[in-house]
């Protein structure tokens, strides 16, 4: 699944770009975040405008020079793709726009989760929150009181046949801790039941002091209260709206055709995420490609470079000898010792000399010898 509105800018673009119009108002106009620009201008290595910039072109002031665009070192990218974000706006007016899931007044043949989660419960103990603990690990992800469970357990069940009847899938995990997985459209994705407590600081009784004083006993820090309010949570960063919860106005049971919608909507998301994880391990795949390139020219020219100094530096001194030979050949009476040194010389002089071995010139630099970096 391809966003639509994607597209590729190339360096030089996004450099006109950030200097045309401050960052904040661009990165509203590419559908992306200020911080998601600022990553971009830096793998792109653009420069930007510092801060206050663009005050000082509002006021009339005097505004530093725009900097050149400097070559781009192997390890740059030259292009990127951006994807714009789905409107939230959109996404959530279609949310509350869902049509709402009828409601029963009572648990009528209820669904085979919610009747494990009923017997998982009915007796179990409550923890220093006053929520119920399960040993049982077939049960419904909820943590409520036992005045609550009843009415949990009609909303979980009323939603998992909702789910189904749309063409889903519910089911809970064996692991530690429990979680119910709802399957929209091939994607897994986590709900929960939870009902909300309120943490206070905790006041020591008098008792609580003796004790502490007597038997080092430890004193509670605070406080857990729970509020009798529910709340039906979605536990995926993708999700438009991840919570909806009892409030003075609303209760939970209402709100099950905007989750249920939330949850497909929440799907898309993942989807589309995943394909631009794919994208971009693609372009990641093929901007790599493109510098280890870059860098492997830049190594080849470097060392075409550091051969040819060499080579210039060779036939340099090779010249030189060659002086000092001609000057000692004009001796007069020269011993046998020195035309034998003249002889080597000369050798000498030929053999450091580059333009006397053609294969050593730069231009025959071995380009497809591998190197390291």
């Known amino acids: 699944m391809r966003n639509e509105l994607s597209k590729n800018i190339s360096r030089e673009e996004l450099y006109e770009l950030i200097w045309s119009k401050p960052a904040s108002k661009l990165a509203k106009e590419l559908g992306i975040s200020d911080v998601g620009l600022?990553?971009?201008?830096?793998?792109?290595?653009?420069?930007?405008?510092?801060?206050?910039?663009?005050?000082?072109?509002?006021?009339?002031g005097r505004v530093p020079k725009r900097p050149a665009l400097k070559q781009l070192s192997p390890k740059g990218q030259t292009t990127v793709t951006i994807n714009p974000r789905p409107e939230a706006s959109e996404v959530m007016k279609m949310v509350r726009q869902a049509s709402a899931v009828p409601f029963p007044d009572t648990l009528v043949d209820p669904h085979r989760l919610t009747t494990r989660t009923f017997a998982s419960f009915n007796k179990a103990k409550a923890?220093?929150?006053?929520?119920?603990?399960?040993?049982?690990?077939?049960?419904?992800?909820?943590?409520?009181?036992?005045?609550?469970?009843?009415?949990?357990?009609?909303?979980?069940?009323?939603?998992?046949?909702?789910?189904?009847?749309?063409?889903?899938?519910?089911r809970t995990s064996r692991d530690q801790p429990v979680k119910t997985v709802v399957e929209v459209d091939g994607e897994s994705i986590e709900i929960s039941l939870g009902e909300k407590v309120r943490r206070q600081d905790h006041k020591p009784s008098a008792q609580e002091k003796l004790k502490y004083k007597e038997h080092y006993w430890v004193i509670p820090q605070y406080d857990y209260l729970p509020t009798g309010k529910l709340s039906l949570n979605?536990?995926?960063?993708?999700?438009?709206?991840?919570?909806?919860?009892?409030?003075?106005?609303q209760r939970l049971e209402s709100c099950l055709g905007q989750f249920i919608q939330a949850l497909k909507e929440t799907a898309i998301c993942i989807k589309v995420a995943r394909e631009q994880r794919r994208l971009d391990e693609i372009r990641w795949k093929e901007e790599e490609k493109r510098r280890q390139e870059r860098e492997r020219l830049a190594h080849i020219e470097k060392k075409k470079a550091e051969k040819l100094i060499a080579d210039a530096n060779s036939w340099h001194q090779s010249e030189r000898i060659?002086?000092?030979?001609?000057?000692?050949?004009?001796?007069?009476?020269?011993?046998?010792?020195?035309?034998?040194?003249?002889?080597w010389a000369k050798r000498y002089s030929e053999a450091i000399d580059p333009l006397c071995h053609s294969e050593s010139l730069p231009f025959t630099v071995d380009e497809s010898q591998p190197y390291y970096w």
């Open 38 to 60: 600022g990553k971009m201008c830096r793998r792109m290595e653009v420069p930007k405008p510092a801060l206050g910039y663009w005050r000082k072109v509002e006021v009339g």
């Open 127 to 170: 923890d220093d929150r006053g929520l119920l603990i399960s040993r049982n690990k077939i049960h419904l992800d909820i943590h409520v009181t036992q005045e609550l469970l009843q009415r949990s357990c009609l909303i979980m069940d009323t939603l998992i046949k909702a789910l189904e009847s749309d063409g889903h899938k519910v």
């Open 234 to 249: 979605i536990h995926e960063w993708k999700a438009p709206r991840k919570s909806w919860s009892d409030g003075k106005r």
């Open 322 to 343: 060659r002086s000092y030979i001609d000057q000692m050949e004009t001796i007069q009476d020269k011993s046998d010792e020195l035309s034998e040194w003249i002889v």
